[in-house]
Nanobody, 119 residues
Framework: VQLQASGGGLVQAGGSLRLSCVAS????????MGWHRRAPGKQRDVVASITSGGITNYSDSVKGRFTISRDNAKNTVYLQMNSLKPEDSAVYYC??????????????WGQGTQVTVSS
């Protein structure tokens, strides 16, 4: 499975960005997908996730501002980010959880896309 993320950039505080992540290769076993982020000097933290059935989960820091969605036909997951704050600045990574069997799964990661929010 290969993941290609896009949509990052520079935006002013209060603005919006939409990230996209396309999965390619052997995508049949992909289940949950999501986004993490890593700010300079910090660990990588989960931002949001979505199951194959559309159940979503968000970190408290982005709840109400970010929306995760997916298009299973296009093997794509999106992250709509509104009301951006400078503290949202980070490299954003998409992930896809691939299930091989009931006892075997693997998480794949995209290459990351930079989001910078200026104050």
């Amino acid at each position: 499975v290969q993941l290609q993320a896009s949509g990052g950039g520079l935006v002013q505080a209060g603005g919006s960005l939409r990230l996209s992540c396309v999965a390619s290769g052997s995508t049949f076993g992909i289940g949950a997908m999501g986004w993490h982020r890593r700010a300079p000097g910090k660990q990588r933290d989960v931002v949001a996730s979505i199951t194959s059935g559309g159940i979503t989960n968000y970190s408290d820091s982005v709840k109400g501002r970010f929306t995760i969605s997916r298009d299973n036909a296009k093997n794509t997951v999106y992250l709509q980010m509104n009301s951006l704050k400078p503290e949202d600045s980070a490299v954003y990574y998409c992930n896809a959880d691939y299930t091989y069997s009931t006892r075997s799964s693997q998480r794949f990661w995209g290459q990351g896309t930079q989001v910078t929010v200026s104050s």
